[in-house]
């Protein structure tokens, strides 16, 4: 056994540490199944612990990968052989939460669900959300500054953090447990740590805002014709829903027609249209706004904006709404799919969306190009199934990168860099400031043991 590995197993014990074998029991990550590889897995209780086996990686020279829920789509979190892993799944305690202050201070192995749902037993909401929220940490939406379907009310994780702790490679605490939205002293040093996957450190502990639970929830499905009447919608409903929008979702003919396909989910709407909205606004009275979400419906229907909708009538109604959008599974299996995540300006992603269509059918006559998006924040995703024996991820990715420049669009909205995109860093992101980037990385983690490779290499 490896000295490291020992020098662990003395420090944490042995059911803290994962070796040989055992390491293998574990799949790779959501999104693949094939066993997991390294040297071995850790798994500690506390900051303090998370601390020792730093430091103790720190002394053997030996390189780290930090886990969360491991539903990153950029391989951030997936290691190599020669790597060990730290996993946050044993350090999932929600330590306390305050209603009247609206916060919570939890280990960061929590889960999102977890997090949301001790949060509503207090009357309060903790507004990140995204489909992978039952595997999803805490930690990892800090690591990744993960985005999903509410940022166009609530703003990313960076806008829901208050506080954290963080340990650096050397095993060194850094704590900045604020419960409070000011602190003004000096840098705000946690903004380091949120979304620089793993890179500068581990976070151990968070302290994230709450916001009062909305008691009213209208949702509907639209369908529309054409690009122009998504946005003219979009416009319509965050003007006169006052603020109270929390999600717009927009499905291309291309995602909907695969999600509702026989075997699917059911269509409520017919599978023909160009568009589909998901929206949802929550609101402060129950009865009032579901009037007024209806009389809204009502007049874009006969205004021409939309051109059918429906609005669930019971909780299990709209649960089988968000799961065409959210629920994307058998969309996926058994087709070799290149995932998207593109951001650029809403005025220039309808013809973004239609250049890159065509280069991917040019190249792949049978492919599917599925489209889908938080619209509202500029954020376009992409499945791409070239369906052909000549699936070259790198022509896939040029496909879609090479019209971004032109708009002025970003390789990653929201899931990050990790090992995937490398390569794309610089379309996105200038020589200097990815100089500065490794500046950072080097005066933090001068021997280059958290995360390595990931997002850049040095
Ligand atoms: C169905 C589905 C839907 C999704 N929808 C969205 C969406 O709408 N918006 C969005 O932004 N993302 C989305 N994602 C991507 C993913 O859920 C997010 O990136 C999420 O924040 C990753 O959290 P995780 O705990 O799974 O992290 P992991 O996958 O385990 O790790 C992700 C990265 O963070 C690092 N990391 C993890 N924990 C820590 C920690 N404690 N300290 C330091 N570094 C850490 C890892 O090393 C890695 O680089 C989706 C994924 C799936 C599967």
């Not at 620089?196 to 009213?216: A, C, D, F, Q, Y």
């Not at 160009?274 to 229907?301: I, K, M, N, T």
């Not at 000549?390 to 708009?407: I, R």
Request: glycine fraction near 8%; charged fraction near 20%; charge should be negative.
């Amino acid at each position: 056994m490896k000295p490291v590995i020992e020098a662990l197993i003395d420090a944490l014990g042995e059911q803290a540490v994962l070796h040989g074998a055992r390491v293998a029991e574990r799949a790779t990550s959501y999104w693949d199944a094939s066993p997991t590889q390294a040297l071995a897995v850790v798994k500690p209780r506390t900051t303090g612990e998370v601390s020792k086996a730093l430091e103790i990686c720190h002394r053997h020279d030996q390189p780290v990968v930090t886990q969360g829920g491991l539903t990153g789509c950029v391989q951030g979190a997936v290691a190599s052989n020669e790597e060990v892993i730290v996993s946050l799944e044993r350090m999932n305690a929600i330590e306390s939460i305050d209603p009247v202050g609206g916060s919570a201070t939890v280990q960061a192995g929590v889960t999102l669900q977890a997090l949301q749902e001790a949060a509503r037993e207090h009357d309060c909401l903790f507004a990140l959300d995204l489909g992978a929220r039952g595997s999803c940490t805490i930690g990892g939406n800090v690591a990744t500054n993960a985005g999903g379907i509410s940022v166009m009310r609530y703003g990313m994780m960076r806008s829901q953090i208050l506080g954290l702790e963080a340990v650096l490679a050397d095993g060194t605490v850094m704590s900045s447990m604020d419960e409070v939205l000011k602190n003004n002293a000096g840098y705000d040093l946690k903004h380091l740590m949120i979304g620089t996957e793993g890179t500068l450190g581990i976070v151990t502990r968070v302290v994230v805002r709450l916001h009062p639970l909305p008691k009213s929830c209208n949702t509907a499905l639209a369908a529309l014709t054409s690009f122009e009447a998504v946005t003219q919608l979009l416009t319509d409903m965050q003007r006169d829903l006052a603020g109270t929008l929390s999600a717009y979702e927009v499905m291309w003919n291309s995602y909907y027609h695969a999600a509702t396909e026989p075997g699917g989910h059911p269509s409520p709407l017919g599978r023909e249209y160009p568009f589909y909205v998901l929206l949802q606004a929550e609101g402060a009275d129950v009865e009032r706004d579901s009037l007024h979400f209806e009389q809204l419906l009502e007049r874009s229907l006969e205004s021409g904006v939309i051109v059918d909708a429906v609005i669930p009538k019971s909780e299990s109604e709209r649960h089988a709404l968000w799961e065409i959008r959210e629920n994307f599974e058998a969309m996926l299996a058994g087709r070799t799919t290149f995932l998207y995540d593109v951001s650029l300006p809403i005025r220039a992603m309808a013809g973004y969306a239609e250049a890159v269509r065509q280069r991917i059918v040019a190249r792949w006559p049978d492919a599917r190009c599925i489209q889908f998006g938080h619209i509202a924040d500029g954020n376009l995703h992409l499945f791409i199934q070239p369906e052909s024996q000549d699936a070259d991820h790198l022509a896939s990715d040029e496909a879609v990168y090479a019209p971004l420049l032109d708009v002025g669009g970003s390789v990653s909205a929201e899931h990050g860099i990790g090992m995937e995109k490398k390569a794309w860093l610089a379309r996105s992101r200038s020589d200097t400031e990815v100089e500065l980037m490794r500046s950072l990385k080097r005066a933090w983690d001068p021997k280059n043991l958290l995360n390595p490779g990931r997002v850049f290499s040095l």
